[in-house]
Structures are given as C-alpha cells and as structure tokens.
C-alpha cells in the first residue's frame, strides 16, 4: 500500500481532464476537504475551477504557499483581470477605499510603515490585563444561568470589545459593526448587501477619524490621526479603510477561533484540563499556536495573480495567471509538520501561515494572541466541566462562510 504522505520527486501533470470545483466539501468538521489533502499529498498542483469559471493554480504544500504569500512577482490587487476572487461577494472590496490586504508595493509597505509600531508584542502585552476583565466579565454573566451560547456570549463579545476599545470606537456602535461585517463575510451573500455594508462602514469610521482629528484621543485612530494627518502621510480615508481592516479582520476571525477552538479543546479533555493552571505559561502559548495551526480558520485559501512569470516549486505560472495559496492544507503538511493532521499541543507549531506570510503577514497577530491565550485559560480554569449542550452533528459550521467557525455554540457545565 502507499504511504499517502510520500510524494513523487518530480511535479505531475496538473492541467486535469476532469474538473475540480474549488472550494470543495468538507467530510470532517474539523478537517480540511479530503479532496485538498489528497491534491497535497499526491504533490499535484492542479487548476480549480472558481464560482465565475476562472481557473487558477492551487498550491497545498508549506514551502508552495510561502513563496506564493512571499513573492513580488504574485500581487493581492484584486482589481486586476483574471484575479481569483473567491466570491461574487468579495467584488465589494473593491467598490471603497482599499485596505492594505488588496495593496501591492511600494504603496503597501509605506503605508504599513505609519502604523507597524502600533502592533508590537510590547504593546499586545499591555493588553492583557483588559482582555482578561473582558473575558471575566462574560464568564461571570454566562454562569449567572446553567447554559449559554459561547459565541454569542463569550467569543463575540470579547473579540469585539477588544478591537473597538484599541481602535477607539464607541462602545454604543459595536453592535452595529458585528452586524455590518457578518454581512460582509457572507460568501454566498448579496453583492449589493456586501457593498453597501462595507460603504457604511467605511463611512462610519471617516466621520469617526475627522472627529478624532479635531478632538484626539488616546487610541489608535486618535494616535494616527494626530501623527499622519497634519503632514499628509495618511489621508483620512486611508485612516478609515486602515481601521475597517482592523475592525473587521481582527474581530472576525478571534472570534472564530474562540469558539472553535473551545470546541477543539472539549474533544481533547486532557488538553483543556491543563490549561486551567496560570503556572504554565508555555502550554498556554504552545496550545494556541497548535490551535491557530491546526484549525486556520481561513479556509478558501489567499489568492494572488502573477505579474510576471514565476516559478513556484519547479511549477511554472504564467504572468496574468491565478494562483490561491491553500494554507489551512499547507499548515498540516507532513514536510512540515510530520503528525500535520492530530492536534497536539506538545509539539512545536511555530512558523505556521494561520496569520499569512510575507509582505502582508497579519500586522494583529500578537494582540490575538494574548485575546486566544486569555479566554482559553479563563474557560478552562473558571468552568472545567464545560460541555457542548448539543451533540456535534447539531452543531452549524461555517462552511458559508469566508472565515471558519461556528454560528451557534451551545454549551452548559
């Protein structure tokens, strides 16, 4: 019998007669398609078919994707023809101001440039005290009964109040922006309901940048307004599409992983009891990284087009040809990581790509770290008896939408 993580040594043809419709089903909750994992363990590297027919090069190995996620010769402007959007949906992202994920450079980097200091690991641990009172806070109103939805009550909540307080916006609006961005992250969604939401939202947040500039204060809009509008170096809009980025990526996908990865940790009991201990710090961050790895909670890849010919692992790509980097396949490549599909907290999981890779790695990942590592061990440690209230079967999993998840988590202690 074949070992299936062994691969040829050479690249197989890739041009297939027989059609692959990307993304594929899911056979396992907790898995990547089955069908993708073969693509990767076979070293194939096919072309899919996308909803709107355009077929780009789908890329599963770790080393495939770094390059893809690296190179300058792949850019993220969705605007160019050909480029592999992953919706009709994701058209709306390019109906506004854009955000630095769509960037290619030098505009990227310059702009990245103004605000990196603001995403510091120094800075994400001054952060922990809040996250940790966010998260007792839900907790305390959660155990006020005998069960309780833990995304709604627990995972949104904390992801949201978080990103709003470090942004600096209104804590009566909150509200507003998680429904407003669920809008947005709805694949099969309304394109014209994806496109108003994010026009509303960025409208919101230029009224909320020119109130900071005449009256700043001390949080992040507050800080960049006060530091790069006077000299021109970031204009108000550029502020505003800045902060939406943020609101909308760093609530979404902490949530997500929240809930998610509680599931995770009630199928695996002996993990979650360990970390209801604050006196190991290293199992703390060791299970998050293991967690963001194994779960990469971005599932329909990140997609770039060549703008030039380019090379990927001995696989030609043609300069106006697509390509989607596959990173929640890659991040259990058994080159990589050679037990990719268990989740196994013990083991090293540094250098994965849940936060992306290269130029337009996520500049919030520190700050999610400490969120993850403060609500997993606050869940552990505050309701050891935690349950699913509903069987797994009965469990709605985001597979309609752009990031991970569940909709509704059921729980009871």
């Known amino acids: 019998m074949t070992d299936p993580t062994t691969r040829p040594t050479t690249r197989p043809a890739t041009d297939r007669t027989t059609e692959l419709h990307y993304p594929m ?6 898995a990547p398609p089955s069908e993708v994992t073969g693509v990767r363990n076979a070293g194939d590297v096919p072309r899919v078919t996308l909803w709107n027919g355009v077929r780009p090069w789908l890329f599963t190995r770790f080393e495939d994707a770094r390059t893809v996620l690296s190179d300058p010769r792949f850019s993220a402007d969705k605007s160019r ?3 592999p959007l992953s919706s009709a949906v994701a058209l709306a992202e390019t109906a506004v101001e854009p955000t630095l994920l ?5 505009r990227h980097d310059a702009l990245r440039r103004l605000v990196l200091g603001e995403f510091t690991v120094k800075r994400a641990e001054q952060w922990r005290p809040a996250v940790r009172a966010v998260a007792d806070g839900c907790i305390d ?10 995304v709604a009550d627990l995972a949104l909540p904390v992801a949201l109040t978080v990103i709003c307080e470090f942004l600096g916006v209104p804590f009566e609006d909150r509200e507003l922006f998680r429904d407003l961005t669920h809008t947005m992250n709805v694949v099969a969604g309304s394109t014209e309901s994806a496109a108003a939401a994010r026009q509303a939202l960025q409208d919101y947040l230029e009224e909320l940048v020119a109130a900071r500039a005449l009256r700043p204060q001390d949080d992040f809009i507050g800080r960049m307004a006060a530091r790069h509008l006077p000299d021109g170096s970031m204009t108000r809009r550029q502020l505003a599409a800045m902060a939406l980025l943020l609101l909308t990526a760093g609530h979404d ?4 992983m929240i809930s998610l990865g509680v599931l995770t940790l009630l199928r695996h009991p002996g993990h979650f009891a360990a970390l209801g201990s604050r006196e190991d710090p290293v199992r ?7 967690m963001l790895r194994h779960l990469t909670v971005v599932q329909r890849g990140i997609r770039r087009i060549a703008v030039e010919d380019v090379e990927v692992g001995g696989h030609p790509v043609r300069a106006g040809e697509g390509v989607i980097a596959a990173i929640n396949v890659a991040n259990r490549d058994p080159e990589r990581f ?3 599909e ?4 013990t083991l090293r999981a540094r250098g994965h790509l849940a936060f992306g890779f290269g130029p337009h790695q996520c500049m919030g990942q520190s700050l999610a770290r400490v969120e993850l590592q403060e609500v997993y061990a606050a869940v552990a440690r505050r309701i050891p008896t935690l349950r699913t209230a509903v069987p797994v079967e009965e469990i709605r999993f985001k597979s309609d939408m752009a990031v991970y998840g569940v909709h509704a988590l059921p729980v009871t202690w």
């Open 141 to 150: 109103r959660m155990l006020g009964g005998t069960e309780a939805d833990l």
């Open 81 to 83: 023809p050909g480029y």
């Open 338 to 340: 050679p037990a990719g």
């Open 342 to 345: 268990e989740f196994d907290p």
């Open 25 to 30: 089903d899911r056979q396992c909750p907790f």
């Open 253 to 256: 996908t902490t949530a997500n």
């Open 102 to 106: 769509v960037m290619d450079n030098p």
């Open 284 to 290: 703390l961050a060791g299970t998050v990284e293991e």
